[in-house]
């Protein structure tokens, strides 16, 4: 499923009333939208601006999305969107980054960052009654960077060693060589993170240059999602941001993609559990074969699916396929990964022939079906997040160029049977793919991991105390708990279950999620340490009604996403909601557990416990127990492939 896809749907009296008090007597504003719960316009100076109120807390996410990347970024510089994202924090004329680090502490929101290949995000979390000091700070970083070689050295400094850290991770190296292999010619052939080489060439002035050059508000999109009134939050919007003058924007960069040459790459890596994977170039948002291209994407990671088959079967620990898009163009690839024994090849070679067969044969039209349904309830669920909500909207509006989120839930419900054969026709071309492999050859040295990419949080744990400016100082003096919108109903069952539910109208879904106290440390008998591993994998494969094709089919039916064991959720819509209770009762009381699905995750978990008693990860966290607890303690027990081997299927249905 794709993460970006959300749908607002249409809950809000409209309010364009108020607007057009904003298009006759405001200078530069413009009533535009009138979709009800979200309110539109445009400054003078090119800003666009988005408002969509969510009452879920009492809280305003602020998004400024700035329309440039790495893909703007300087010949030999790829990394400048990236570095300029940087020093954004170390201030600007009037708002140093003390004062920056201080307001962010004391507001008690979330400030973050996020640099992309097409776009530059900026966010603030904070109380909805101190929306105006985040809009503040907006309005004085975009309209100057402090001018300082001193900074760019220092900062200089840790963005290179976030390279260093990436450039660590095998898993970031084949990432860099499928984006080379796949994009080979164009912005997208490299990631917006940067090279050690072009920051050292990398200067103050080019990085004030890039700002004063992108960062104007004609290139820019402000989403503001919450608890927010419109009419005063135009008002100050126009007060502090409509006197930034406009800029005059350079071309976009031009794309020109050459064929994909086929091939497959090698890599080792530190990880408990190997990777194979089969890489496609797919279409970009802007393309007509988006929405179609989403659902093929999730039709080839079916639970139900051929792909999937490989986990039951025993031929990998994990198989799925993602489609992750950038505005021109996307990557669409098959996962599987594999113990540290197995054969790679075999199951490259597996995925090859289940791909073409879906090209070939075509898929099948009730996923096609069940898949359209979870991607619309998706964008449901969405609505139950203001900072998700707000991100949501940045990547439809600032990101995609549609109107609204609205607009993919309606491509999606376009989709036939035919589109997604077509496409996959068209994209998933064998002598165009790129494979690769990523063969566990675990170092035994205790170094604790880092993933790579994402945004970077720039909110202190730490902040000094400096003096603010006064614009700032009456809302950081000013300590006021907002009422709590929280009501929930506490219910104790006969059986002794508690029941928490807290009652809400933003969306149509509902979301369960529940837990069963336990601990495997303490309950697990001796010598039978990974039981509860296994039985937590095989609550999976059905109920003692439901086989695990049925099970999964019963959930696709109703479009919910569902997961039993010690800890459980339900995500469905409430007109399904009884449908979904009853699904996942039967499967988090009466699973199947079937002695032959143990018997193939036994040798699967074992070889994966090999493998992961070796990793960094465990070395690090086995070297800290051993530091902090006593030689006994229950904390110490480990899970090992002797202990796995010898448990038996009667242990599965007695420790449930």
């Known amino acids: ?268 890596t530190d990880m408990p559990q190997g990777m194979a994977v089969l890489a496609f170039r797919f279409p970009g948002a802007d393309s007509p074969d988006f929405a179609a291209a989403q659902i093929l994407g999730d039709v080839l990671s079916s639970e139900r699916g051929k792909l999937y088959a490989l986990v039951p079967e025993g031929k990998a620990l994990s198989a799925s396929f993602s489609y992750d898009a950038l505005p021109r163009a996307g990557i669409g690839y098959a996962a599987g990964n594999f113990p540290a024994e197995a054969d790679a090849e075999a199951l490259l070679n597996r995925m090859r022939a289940i791909v073409a067969a879906e090209v070939t044969k075509g898929v099948m039209a009730d996923l096609v079906e069940a898949a359209k349904r979870l991607e619309v309830a998706n964008a449901e669920f969405q609505r139950n997040s203001v900072l998700g909500l707000a991100m949501e909207w940045s990547q439809a509006v600032a990101v995609e160029g549609r109107q609204s989120p609205d607009e993919d839930v309606a491509a999606i419900e376009r989709v036939t049977v035919a589109d997604v054969n077509r496409v996959a026709r068209k994209y998933l071309v064998r002598d165009e793919a790129v494979a690769a492999i990523l063969t566990p050859q675990p170092s035994g040295k205790p170094v604790a991991p880092k993933g790579f990419g994402g945004s970077e949080s720039f909110t202190p744990t730490h902040a000094k105390a400096v003096k603010l400016p006064a614009w700032a100082e009456t809302v950081v003096n000013r300590l006021e708990v907002p009422p709590s919108t929280l009501h929930p109903v506490v219910t104790n069952l006969p059986n002794g279950l508690r029941v928490i539910v807290q009652p809400e109208s933003i969306s149509d879904g509902v979301t369960v999620l529940g837990g069963v106290k336990s601990n495997p440390n303490l309950q697990t008998p001796a010598g039978k340490e990974g039981l509860s591993m296994v039985l937590e994998q095989l609550f999976s494969y059905g109920t003692k009604s439901l086989d695990r094709l049925a099970f999964q089919k019963a959930l696709d039916d109703i479009g919910a996403l569902e997961s039993a064991g010690t800890n459980f959720t339900l995500q469905v819509l409430s007109a399904q909601f009884e449908r979904g209770v009853q699904l996942l009762a039967d499967n988090e009381l009466s699973p199947a557990l079937p002695e032959e699905a143990f018997k193939t995750l036994q040798p699967e978990l074992a070889a994966g416990v090999a493998g992961e008693i070796q990793s960094p990860s465990f070395l690090v966290g086995r070297a800290l127990r051993a530091d902090l607890f006593p030689p006994h303690d229950p904390v110490q027990r480990e899970a090992k492939p002797a202990t796995i081997n010898a448990l038996g299927i009667r242990s599965q249905t007695c420790h449930h």
Request: avoid cysteine; charge should be negative.
């Open 1 to 268: 499923m794709r993460k970006k896809l959300n749908h607002y749907v249409k809950y809000w009296k409209s309010l364009a009333g108020i607007f057009a008090m904003f298009a006759t007597g405001s200078a530069g504003l413009a009533a535009v939208d009138p979709e009800p719960g979200v309110s539109r316009a445009t400054l003078s100076n090119g800003l666009q601006v988005i408002i969509v109120q969510n009452p879920l807390a009492p809280v305003a996410a602020v998004m400024f999305n700035y329309k440039v990347g790495s893909d703007e970024a300087p010949g030999g510089f790829p990394g400048t969107a990236h570095a300029l994202e940087h020093m954004m924090f170390r201030g600007s004329p009037g708002l140093s980054a003390g004062q920056l680090a201080d307001l962010s502490a004391e507001l008690g929101g979330d400030s973050n960052a996020d640099t992309q290949q097409a776009i530059t995000q900026y966010f603030f979390t904070v109380p909805a009654e101190d929306l105006e000091v985040a809009l503040r700070i907006e309005a004085i970083r975009m309209r100057a960077l402090l001018k300082s070689e001193k900074l760019w050295d220092q900062e200089r400094g840790a963005i290179e060693q976030e390279v260093a850290q990436d450039l660590s991770n095998p898993e970031y190296l084949f990432y860099m060589r499928l984006l080379e292999a796949l994009f080979k010619g164009t912005p997208y052939e490299h990631d917006a993170l940067g090279t050690r080489p072009s920051f050292d060439k990398t200067t103050d002035a080019m990085l004030r240059k890039f700002h004063d050059t992108w960062y104007v508000p004609n290139n820019a999109v402000l989403i503001i999602v919450g608890d927010v009134p419109v009419a005063p939050t135009l008002d100050k919007i126009q007060r502090l941001l409509a006197g930034i003058p406009p800029g005059k924007l350079p071309p976009r960069p031009e794309f020109h993609f050459e064929p994909v040459k086929p091939q497959t790459l090698r890599f080792e």
